[in-house]
């Protein structure tokens, strides 16, 4: 019974949390099919006719790569945990603090939202696009060329209050030419949890709204 050596080569992960894991799984699973076929090849040789010593080393050095590489891979699943524990301990601070994301906004009804405004170089114009839950353009608001806080009322195009809910907002950019881009405005939200997730390390906003760590551009003490 003749059976092919396998060889096991290594992964570049891109997800760390994610592919990490899997990739462990994956190699140990073959590991242990090798592990059984190569056994059940020295069970079954023809006493008369044994297997060639050449091709006996060269299974076994193969076994031992794919040995090595299911430690190495279980190894770094554990560093991944362990580096994802220690960057959330860090992050256990920004509780109660506020953030600067650029993630829909709270409004609950009548409470204005402060946004931060970066019209891009070479605008003449700008506008702010508020679009609900479902992605429908609820107002557009032409302001000021001009970085800065802006007080967002929450108004519809005819100028009434929204309805209470989250918000996406927006800015466009134009000059004499046409249309420079639009750009996710940026606000501060209370955080309220810190969790570690698949992908890293997530914040949960008091808004109810879930980010990547790695989105917030600044953190302050909470206003209010």
Do not use: C
């Amino acid at each position: 019974m003749a059976v092919t050596a396998t060889t096991s080569t290594p992964t570049t992960t891109t997800t760390p949390a994610t592919t990490a894991s899997t990739t462990a799984a994956d190699n140990k699973k073959n590991y242990e099919t090798f592990l059984k076929m190569m056994t059940t090849q020295i069970k079954n040789q023809d006493p008369l006719n044994p297997m060639d010593s050449d091709q006996l080393a060269v299974q076994l050095a193969t076994f031992s790569q794919v040995e090595q590489q299911t430690k190495t891979n279980d190894l770094l699943t554990q560093m991944v945990s362990q580096n994802n524990l220690g960057a959330m301990g860090q992050m256990v601070g920004w509780v109660g603090k506020e953030a600067k994301v650029s993630a829909p906004v709270a409004f609950d009804g009548g409470t204005p939202v402060d946004v931060e405004l970066a019209p891009r170089t070479g605008a003449t114009k700008a506008v702010l696009v508020a679009k609900d839950g479902a992605g429908n353009i609820v107002s557009q608001t032409e302001v000021a060329v001009k970085a800065g806080t802006y007080e967002w009322q929450g108004l519809d195009t005819n100028g009434n209050p929204l309805p209470k809910g989250q918000y996406a907002l927006s800015l466009v950019s134009s000059s004499a030419t046409g249309e420079l881009g639009t750009d996710t405005l940026s606000h501060y939200e209370r955080v309220s949890e810190v969790r570690s997730g698949t992908g890293g390390i997530n914040l949960f906003l008091a808004n109810g709204t879930e980010v990547a760590a790695s989105a917030v551009t600044a953190i302050r003490e909470a206003v209010n």
